[in-house]
């Protein structure tokens, strides 16, 4: 019997960073799909060069014929052909029904061979009939491990549906009376595809849209591409732009979402809900359950203005400022902008939330929105009386241009029903300015989409599922220095900068605690505050956490093991900052550490911890 190899998780980050490595060439280049289906091979080049140590053993087994009869297959012969009778879709490979198709489905095979089929595998044998023969036999089994570990050209293929879950296309005497893979796969809804319950984007059905979604996405438009995309269980939560076709366009409308936050079109990402415009697109899954008949309800969505705006000024602090056409961030001077809205007449489910603000003036840091309290009048609300408090960040503003809008997006901060207040304040002293309430055009704006749940008007989709809010948090380095091959034994723990260069060969470290913090990474962005330009910014590598900011040099820094490469940081501008996902590389629940290097003589800085203004940060989306 051939070894079972096992992925390390280093292995499965290279192999999402290759799929994002196919959406970014999807998005800046022509889209070929002869290419990106080599891409996606790509994919797992880093997984099948590690199987050389029992690709070797497999000339063992491929002589040998296992004799072994499966008597559980033996009570079928003389039954009725089932075929897709019941309408249950599932993966072909996928034996385990775990969602995917990879070595431990290829071990539950020879546990049914050898008359010690796990549970799952008794619920559906199409699953486990690759050849898709009408029985499971040795070919099964052999098929399975040569199309993963030793298939070169791709000339052995594993019979439909596969990679695209589906009903068994041939009849036979297997049956699927149940496919419960982690994602949930059921029935068939295409008899009524309008009471499909789904997110949109979330193409795989795990509750998240991520680069996972991208990649099942492109491998349903490459379906002879090598790669075991998994279960792609809903082509409604496939059709990311909503046009009714899955293609290379909803590959593009996910990796928009996830790299730039363009949002995608309802229902999701957070709630499941069904689908506003009609098509003939089918969902094989009830991963969200279906909505009742009579109770289907359509999103609302309302535009609120603020009841009040206003902000606060240190170089007139007892005066109000509620009047103003105008609201003003800084950090020095110390300017804080604050906006109230109503909420009173939402409720239920909030989709979607999006507070829109007009910049009056550039900045390279327009600032963040926090969550405050009430107890504010924009009428008597000053400099000295400010008692406002701030909880959560709602989120980051990033750069501004003077004439254009900003779109925050806030729906896992806001309340439905009640007053909502956000303070708007930066830490940096590039100041930036907003048009208020009274401003005669472009007022600040709050747009909301939601499901009534309160059973007048439109009445809620009933579905069980509870898919958590995101949350937001800002982390600052607990250690951040660079090492010098001019100061060897010199640590640079307390030096106010980061250097990153070839020649000479400067390297810099950061390290986040994430030890706060638990559950599912939704996103993790580095930011650097540059101080002078590069062609070439360095990049960001996992490197292990043996070191101290007082204590490491470049004598001793050869202790620290590399682990991954994580991410690029490319061209960078002087005074400016630059961001870096680094979401695929981002464990939460302990201590993560950075290295930045370059293999470019034109090096960079950045600012580190120690620096007054613009630090270093890490800003995490989790849920």
């Given amino acids: 019997m051939p070894l079972i190899p096992t992925k390390t998780k280093t292995q499965q980050k290279t192999q999402v960073a290759s799929a994002y490595l196919v959406g970014v060439a999807l998005i800046t280049g022509p889209i070929v799909l002869g290419l990106y289906s080599a891409l996606l091979a790509t994919s797992i080049a880093n997984y099948n060069s590690n199987t050389n140590s029992y690709n070797s053993n497999t000339n063992t087994y491929s002589g040998n014929t296992n004799t072994n009869t499966n008597t559980n297959s033996d009570s079928t012969t003389d039954s009725e052909p089932i075929g897709d009778a019941t309408g249950v879709a599932f993966l072909r490979g996928d034996a385990n029904m775990d969602g995917e198709v990879d070595i431990a489905d290829v071990s539950a095979i020879s546990g049914y061979l050898s008359g010690n089929a796990p549970e799952v595998t008794e619920k559906c044998l199409d699953a486990a009939d690759v050849d898709d023969s009408g029985s499971i036999t040795d070919a099964d089994y052999e098929v399975l491990y040569t199309y993963l570990f030793n298939n070169p050209g791709g000339v052995i293929s594993i019979a439909a549906p596969y990679p695209i879950a589906g009903t068994d296309p041939t009849a036979d005497t297997l049956s699927c009376g149940c496919y419960e893979t982690e994602t949930g796969c059921g029935t068939l809804t295409n008899d009524d595809p309008s009471r499909a319950m789904f997110l949109r984007g979330d193409a795989n059905c795990n509750f998240v849209v991520d680069l996972d979604d991208a990649f099942v996405v492109m491998g349903k438009l490459v379906p002879d591409a090598p790669v075991p995309v998994g279960s792609f269980c809903c082509d409604k939560a496939a059709d990311a732009n909503d046009d009714g076709q899955v293609d290379v366009g909803d590959v593009e409308s996910i990796l928009y979402y996830i790299g730039e936050g363009t949002p995608l079109a309802p229902p999701g990402p957070l709630a499941c809900g069904g689908d506003p415009t009609p098509d003939n697109l089918t969902c094989y899954t009830t991963y969200c359950g279906l909505a009742s008949e009579t109770t289907q309800a359509e999103p609302t969505t309302t535009t609120l203005y603020p009841a009040e705006d206003t902000y606060t000024s240190p170089s007139s602090v007892d005066t109000s400022h509620g009047s103003y056409t105008y609201m003003k961030v800084d950090n020095s001077p110390d300017y804080k902008s604050y ?84 303070a708007i304040i930066t830490s940096s002293s590039d100041g930036s300015a907003y048009n208020t309430s009274n401003s005669s055009s472009n007022r600040p704006e709050l747009i909301i989409t939601y499901y009534d749940n309160s059973g007048s008007g439109a009445t809620a989709i009933e579905t069980e599922t509870t898919i958590e809010q995101e949350k937001e948090a800002v982390l600052s380095p607990s250690e951040d220095t660079y090492i010098s091959p001019s100061t060897i034994d010199t640590p640079h723990g307390s030096y106010s900068s980061l250097k990153v260069d070839n020649s000479p060969d400067y390297r810099s470290y950061l390290k986040f605690d994430f030890s706060p913090y638990s559950g599912e990474v939704v996103s993790a962005v580095l930011r650097l505050y540059a101080t002078n330009s590069s062609s070439d910014g360095g990049a960001v590598h996992i490197v292990e956490n043996a070191w101290s900011e007082a204590t490491l040099t470049y004598a001793n820094s050869s202790d620290i093991g590399t682990l991954l490469q994580a991410a690029n940081i490319g061209k960078v501008s002087r005074e400016s900052w630059v961001e870096i996902d680094l979401t695929h590389a981002v464990d939460i629940g302990g201590t993560q550490s950075f290295m930045l290097k370059t293999t470019s003589g034109d090096g960079s800085a950045y600012n580190s911890s120690n620096n007054s203004s613009n630090k270093p940060e890490l800003v995490l989306r989790y849920r």
């Fill in 339 to 422: 906006l109230k809205f109503d909420l009173s007449n939402v409720s239920g489910t909030v989709e979607a939330a999006t507070l829109r603000l007009y910049a009056t003036n550039s900045s390279n840091d327009g600032g963040y929105a926090y969550l405050a309290t009430n107890n504010w009048n924009e009428n008597t609300l000053t400099y000295n009386n400010d008692a406002v408090s701030i909880s959560e960040q709602a989120a980051a503003i990033g750069r501004v241009t003077a004439g254009q809008w900003v779109e925050l997006d806030v729906r896992g901060s806001i309340s439905p029903g009640s007053v909502n207040s956000f």
